[in-house]
């Protein structure tokens, strides 16, 4: 049922080879130049053909009075104007035979009066030559797997497994650095802008093929096709999950969302049920959206809603399991059989109820591996939530036990993290269960970066690894849901 | 109605002159050895005294076999010696004359079984003595303003105004890092433990009378002295907002928190009853509540719940109406005598309804300066939250504009930042009324760590910006509330 990539509305918007480059100059604060930047920034492969009426060059690229005198017909026109210019260069893309745009200007339907005729326009025009485009009044389009970023932020991490489709432009964007914070990056990030011609369902159509994309991430402030969104939503789901944060639900989100894109959002109940029945997860903020993408994209799937919780902290451990019970996640007595098996890491004065509170370990390699084993193998679990603290002071001071001080220490502390890092990780590859870590630390620390790099899912609180969780076992069972629903209607 | 400071339980234990040190020696490894290093490392200006039966010299100190040999009566003994030992060493302290001890040795009640009469013993001899303690099975206490950090973390950002009381060691220790990546710091900080003898009303009191505690979190489990928790919070909350994270309302929190510290929780409805009553704000994870804290701390009290927000991205801006309108914040119009001052500074494409939407502003000082002076100067409006974006890399491609680049543009751009930063904070100054900005870059970025140096509260999400203002709200209600009951009775 679903199209081959290459079929897409979107593919040659997001893998353009030849792209000719619409209101670039030499002037550095204009936007199109700004963006011409972005695109030669993060190493774009294929040519671009800058079109000015009046420059020979632009930032070193030999440039073209008409798009009528490019030496090849581009597939890609991206087009940075004033208003008014738009209709008249996109007819002339459609003559050159370009199918593909992505139109950044503003100034059509969300500012109402004229703007809503222009619109009109451009589609007919798009129509009439069968070309399909992106925006307008978006920023843009990122790939990174195809170097290529034609936003007006620079791109400057890895490519990454997240597909995003957004109604903010600032959503894709201004979340690189976000991402990066958690060592993340962007399969594909789509800025939709008004969706005159392509919308949300045809980025749902893209990211579902997207080899590079694990999971896909929505934006919403309203859906315009109810219909096909769901029925898109519906064939992907069983191999791809989607989460969606939906803005609009309340009287203040809808005047806010109609005043920004001129969407009509509806009652939050409507789009719970749409959601429900697309298969989509809903998050509550865009944080939460990508906290669970991050563990649906590196985390196997879990089998079941019952978790191990493993801490050596009482408050944080307590925390994970109270959030956990709120989401519907079941933290069952741990069975008499791995209890004899955790029996030698556990001291005293700790607890192997659940959560299983170590309370003080005095190998850290029982804490982050030994035990993590014997969860990972318990059989009458499904996941584990593990809380994640390695402060560099603390390996330093046992370093001093040992009678190692001074550089040598923090050299020391160094090796001890990268080797310990690298065994927690190949520890976790054996296992086809989730482990998530919750910390308070983020990727200034460098376990938590170590891991994160090597593909542990860590969150920075015990309230936000508990959501995830609760949000893979949601996807597990709308999959479950929409699988079943479409074999009993074959 | 309140005590001074100085004669509240607490003042001995935060603000000691001659602490006796049990359970320091000479190897690195021992806990005690730690909690020392921790307390010298942060500047500790007053005497320590270490009592070792064997060692002459700990970690520099002159060393004494037992606590009658000391020179002085200490006016803090701090303990962190295997449980059997801590009876008979509280014993001797008593005997000395020593009045406040901190107990960081567990296998008390915590254990059960003979924990439960050992913890019974240690009462008794502090009752005898008339000492008060806090402990046992807390991490310590830690009071940077007095350079005192009596826990196993090293303190490194500087004194800052949240007073924090804990029934996790935990969420007091390994909060240092979070908080100071906001730029906070506490005025106070009390890992309270099984409570056998100071609790969290205990707490209450000190933070209360405390100079440098501008706002009190509390992390709680349990509230041991329901009545007295109420009556105490209920005579701090007219001059002191508080905060609290209860854990424990849910099936397995409860059983986590039981498991912990022994503690009975009870039912969410029933805290929020005592919340309620007590004029405490509750949070729903530790990262809500120091946002909360942040703002409680940084700005002045909103006079009502009228909001207007600022951005100039569609997206966020959507977001922080949504949650403010979700938390019962108020939107109202922007009158027109604001618009008409807005007028100079809002593009065609921009929008003056609220939120107010400026899209693009050629003069970062517009965004910046100009516009958020009108609206705080708006009459018909209590507060202000506002989207802070300023990368680098733009500024640095508007300095290009202007014809300065490479590494003069660096440096301009961290100048022409600076500037920025104090005209910002400079015109806040101006008002009393709250405005709190929202971000998902962090201190990272420089603007951001600028104007969080300079007293302005920065969050790094629109739905923790927005949740935090409604607790602003929520505490002045609060107050209010509670001031008028107090008259009435009178």
Excluded: W
């Excluded at 809503?116 to 307008?136: H, N, Q, T, W």
């Excluded at 890895?158 to 993340?184: C, E, K, P, R």
């Excluded at 991050?294 to 451990?317: A, D, F, W, Y």
Aim: charged letters at 20%; hydrophobic letters at 40%.
């Amino acid at each position: 049922m679903q199209k081959s990539i290459e079929h897409t509305a979107l593919y040659h918007i997001m893998n353009p080879e030849h792209i000719a480059m619409f209101g670039a100059s030499n002037r550095f604060a204009a936007m199109g130049t700004n963006l011409l930047s972005s695109i030669k920034a993060l190493g774009f492969k294929g040519d671009i053909y800058p079109v000015h009426p009046k420059e020979v060059q632009v930032m070193g690229l030999k440039t073209y009075a008409s798009v009528m005198d490019l030496p090849v017909v581009p597939d890609l026109a991206f087009i940075v104007l004033p208003t008014n210019l738009v209709p008249e260069i996109l007819e002339a893309c459609g003559k050159k035979g370009i199918k593909h745009a992505i139109i950044v200007s503003g100034g059509f339907k969300e500012v109402g009066g004229d703007g809503i005729a222009l619109e009109k326009k451009i589609c007919d025009i798009a129509d009439k030559y069968s070309m399909r485009f992106v925006g307008p009044n978006c920023i843009g389009v990122v790939n990174p797997h195809h170097r290529f970023n034609a936003t007006y932020f620079p791109y400057q991490q890895a490519s990454g497994f997240i597909g995003m489709a957004s109604q903010s432009g600032s959503f894709v964007t201004q979340m690189f650095d976000y991402l990066s914070n958690f060592g993340l990056g962007y399969s594909a990030g789509i800025s939709v802008g008004n969706e005159a011609n392509i919308d949300l369902v045809d980025c749902l159509e893209y990211l579902g093929a997207c080899p590079n994309t694990k999971v896909i991430s929505l934006y919403i402030e309203t859906i315009r096709r109810g219909r096909e969104f769901i029925d898109m939503a519906r064939s992907i789901v069983p191999h791809k999950p989607i989460v969606a944060y939906y803005v609009g639900g309340s009287e203040a989100g809808k005047k806010a969302t109609f005043s920004h894109t001129g969407a009509l959002s509806g009652p939050d109940k409507l789009y719970d049920g749409i959601f429900r029945q697309s298969g989509v997860i809903r998050a509550q903020s865009i944080e939460e959206m990508f906290d669970f993408c991050l563990c649906l994209g590196m985390c196997p799937k879990p089998e079941g809603n019952r978790v191990i919780i493993q801490t050596h902290s009482g408050g944080p451990g307590a925390v994970a399991a109270d959030v956990c019970c709120r989401e519907g996640l079941k933290l069952n007595p741990i069975s008499q059989n791995t209890r004899k098996k955790l029996a030698p890491y556990v001291p005293h004065t700790g607890s192997t109820n659940n959560p299983i509170d170590i309370t003080y370990s005095k190998n850290p390699m029982d804490y982050y591996v030994s035990i993590p084993k014997v969860l990972m193998e318990d059989e009458d679990s499904d996941a584990v939530l593990i809380y994640f603290l390695m402060p560099d002071h603390s390996v330093q001071r046992a370093m001093e036990g040992f009678g190692i001080t001074g550089e040598k220490a923090v050299e020391q502390t160094g090796v001890f993290i990268d080797d310990q890092s690298k065994t927690v990780a190949d520890l976790l590859k054996g296992f086809s269960k989730p482990f998530i870590g919750f910390s308070f630390y983020t990727r200034e620390n460098r376990f938590i970066k170590n891991l994160q790099d090597k593909g542990v899912a860590i969150l920075p609180s015990p309230v936000r690894a508990a959501k995830a969780m609760s949000a893979m076992v949601q996807y597990v069972n709308l999959r479950e849901k929409i699988t079943r629903g479409g074999k009993k209607a074959a």
